[in-house]
């Protein structure tokens, strides 16, 4: 069977555009869609996440999956890299309309494969290289990396604009429990809250 895959990021894009190019596409090549499958879906978002997922779960030897191009599996190299492997250890066929490639079961399909590896191996080499570099550059220029040593300032906690309020309760002999149940918050929340007013106080 053939199967029409159409992903559009946004609600604003339409998917008439790619509809149009793998039809003509299909036409050319005399072939007849036999299901299509649409979504409104970020391609960030795992194939398992999207109507991808059922769609590449429902796939079968011999069945081929047209697209307008790579880009629509997916966002980066390796999750199309993942999805490629799917489709090539099922023996399923993969067609994309833009860059002209079919991607099978053959040994074309692997070197090609091979390069699309290499090309994520080297992607994220180059993004792992970058963030040394840019944590380097920071700590050069001074910059503390990391979260701040010591505890965090009182006015950082959730609780703080409650601070007169919260001491009162506590004053007055309220639990924490109560006082978490009153601020909607765990037992813990207040526990560290109330400890770092003394605290504060002691300093």
């Given at each position: 069977?053939?199967?029409?895959y159409?992903?559009?990021?946004?609600?604003?894009?339409?998917?008439?555009?790619?509809?149009?190019?793998?039809?003509?596409?299909?036409?050319?090549r005399?072939?007849?869609?036999?299901?299509w499958?649409?979504e409104?879906?970020?391609?960030?978002?795992k194939?398992?996440?999207?109507?991808l997922?059922?769609?590449l779960r429902?796939?079968k030897k011999?069945?081929?999956l047209?697209?307008s191009?790579?880009?629509?599996?997916?966002?980066n190299?390796?999750q199309?890299?993942?999805?490629?492997?799917?489709?090539?250890?099922k023996d399923?066929?993969?067609?994309?309309?833009?860059?002209?490639?079919?991607?099978?079961?053959?040994?074309?399909?692997?070197?090609?494969?091979?390069?699309?590896g290499?090309?994520?191996?080297?992607?994220?080499n180059?993004?792992?290289?970058?963030t040394?570099?840019?944590?380097?550059?920071?700590?050069?220029?001074g910059?503390v990396?990391?979260?701040?040593?010591g505890?965090?300032?009182l006015?950082?906690?959730?609780?703080?604009?409650?601070?007169?309020?919260?001491?009162?309760?506590?004053?007055?002999?309220m639990s924490?429990?109560?006082?978490?149940?009153?601020?909607?918050?765990?037992r813990?929340?207040?526990s560290?809250?109330?400890k770092?007013?003394?605290?504060?106080?002691?300093?």
């Amino acid at each position: 069977m053939n199967y029409g895959y159409i992903r559009v990021s946004t609600d604003r894009q339409t998917v008439e555009n790619q509809r149009f190019e793998i039809e003509e596409f299909s036409r050319r090549r005399n072939i007849t869609i036999d299901s299509w499958t649409s979504e409104v879906v970020s391609g960030t978002k795992k194939a398992d996440e999207r109507l991808l997922g059922d769609l590449l779960r429902g796939l079968k030897k011999g069945d081929r999956l047209i697209v307008s191009e790579l880009s629509r599996l997916g966002r980066n190299l390796l999750q199309i890299m993942s999805i490629l492997n799917y489709l090539m250890e099922k023996d399923i066929i993969l067609l994309t309309v833009k860059e002209g490639y079919e991607l099978g079961n053959n040994i074309n399909s692997k070197v090609l494969a091979f390069a699309f590896g290499l090309s994520a191996e080297i992607e994220r080499n180059l993004i792992s290289q970058r963030t040394k570099e840019a944590l380097a550059r920071k700590k050069a220029e001074g910059v503390v990396l990391g979260r701040p040593k010591g505890p965090a300032k009182l006015s950082t906690y959730k609780l703080y604009k409650y601070k007169n309020e919260i001491t009162k309760l506590r004053d007055e002999g309220m639990s924490f429990n109560k006082i978490a149940k009153k601020y909607q918050v765990n037992r813990a929340t207040v526990s560290k809250f109330i400890k770092r007013i003394g605290e504060e106080r002691n300093g």
